[in-house]
């Protein structure tokens, strides 16, 4: 039997310590990536962007947990909650 994973997209705020997760059923990466930044350059912020493959989100988020440490996980990313 083989696993496939799946893409998750990660956004971090590296001045806030914390972090979004947003699945693969969610939005499209691309868009979320601009959509990211343009909401980063209005609010004068910096946000970083990746995407990475797991199982599920409960083992990226313990990925993201265990290399981010410190980082608050905040759910998925929304322009809203970027404030």
Request: no cysteine; charged share 25%; glycine share 8%.
């Amino acid at each position: 039997m083989t696993f496939e994973n799946v893409v998750f997209h990660v956004i971090v705020d590296h001045a806030q310590k914390s972090f979004f997760i947003n699945g693969a059923g969610r939005s499209n990466g691309i868009r979320l990536h601009y959509e990211m930044n343009r909401v980063a350059r209005e609010r004068g912020r910096r946000l970083r962007d990746f995407d990475m493959r797991a199982p599920s989100q409960e083992a990226a988020l313990l990925e993201l947990q265990s290399s981010l440490t410190g980082y608050s996980f905040l759910g998925a990313w929304t322009p809203e909650s970027s404030r």
